[in-house]
């Protein structure tokens, strides 16, 4: 924003120079102003589509061979204020699970969550305020025939809608970046924390390796305390390996590999998949 208001200045300053060429020389206006010959030059839309062989979040297992896209709009408000608003949509193609007595059955599993949030810039640190409204379209922990995965022993396991407020702050230390994050789900009532840390390694001018790191950690956050007997702890630790390849000034091809190891919230209830599993996944991000 600071660099258009630098080049709406220089031009107004060079405009009296401009007419005193032209006067002498002749009308040289084609020569120095391009005709503008489309409708915005940014938008602010970010367009994403990508599949992974699982479908992790905040280290809770939810499917298998999820495909998913979103849309996200951002813009600055001032020089240190910025808004987003998205929407992003993921569903299994296929993910087989046994039940007792019954084996290979197949869970069904999709998602649409609708997002917005806030970001100031204070130099030294970006804090985001967030906001998000989840559907889900196959219950909380998808269904199976029809019929919801989840305990009816355990209502956060069958609901279909949550909302969540959020508050996170990233601090960029060179090639580094640390994050913490806080978030509270109106639905059940649940508090989540999270702290993780990355750092970019550039291997051409178009190639990056980010290595990263993540903790989470819950209460009342999705343990199914009625089953588990347990009511918070720390739900998951996180690695993963991502190699960001710049295709064009404004596409970009993001492969990743991930590993997600299920800690004393969440080793009870990621039992489709081990405790321990390794996944991963790819996507196309475009802006324009």
Do not use: C
């Amino acid at each position: 924003m600071k660099n258009m208001k630098s080049i709406i200045t220089k031009s107004a300053a060079l405009l009296p120079l401009i007419a005193a060429i032209s006067a002498q020389a002749g009308d040289i206006s084609k020569n120095v102003i391009e005709p503008q010959n489309y409708l915005v030059e940014d938008a602010g839309l970010t367009l994403d589509a990508g599949y992974e062989t699982a479908y992790y979040f905040r280290g809770l297992w939810f499917s298998n061979n999820n495909v998913y896209t979103g849309l996200t709009y951002s813009t600055d408000i001032t020089d240190k204020l910025s808004f987003n608003v998205g929407a992003l949509y993921t569903t299994s193609l296929g993910t087989d699970i046994d039940l007792p007595g019954a084996p290979g059955q197949e869970l069904e599993y999709s998602e649409i969550d609708l997002f917005t949030g806030l970001t100031y810039d204070a130099g030294f640190a970006a804090f985001t305020l967030g906001y998000t409204h989840y559907f889900f379209l196959d219950t909380f922990s998808g269904s199976v025939n029809g019929e919801t995965f989840g305990f009816g022993s355990d209502p956060d396991s069958t609901i279909t809608s949550a909302n969540e407020v959020s508050l996170t702050a990233t601090v960029p230390l060179g090639d580094a970046s640390l994050y913490a994050m806080y978030a509270y789900d109106i639905k059940i009532a649940g508090h989540y924390a999270e702290a993780g840390a990355s750092y970019t390694f550039a291997v051409t001018p178009w190639m990056s390796l980010v290595p990263s790191a993540a903790i989470g950690y819950g209460n009342d956050y999705y343990t199914y305390n009625n089953l588990t007997g347990v009511s918070e702890g720390f739900t998951h630790t996180r690695v993963m390996l991502t190699a960001p390849i710049q295709l064009t000034p404004s596409a970009a091809f993001i492969p990743y590999l991930g590993a997600n190891f299920a800690m004393e919230a969440r080793e009870q209830l990621n039992l489709v998949e081990t405790p321990n599993d390794l996944y991963g996944g790819a996507k196309f991000s475009v802006s324009f």
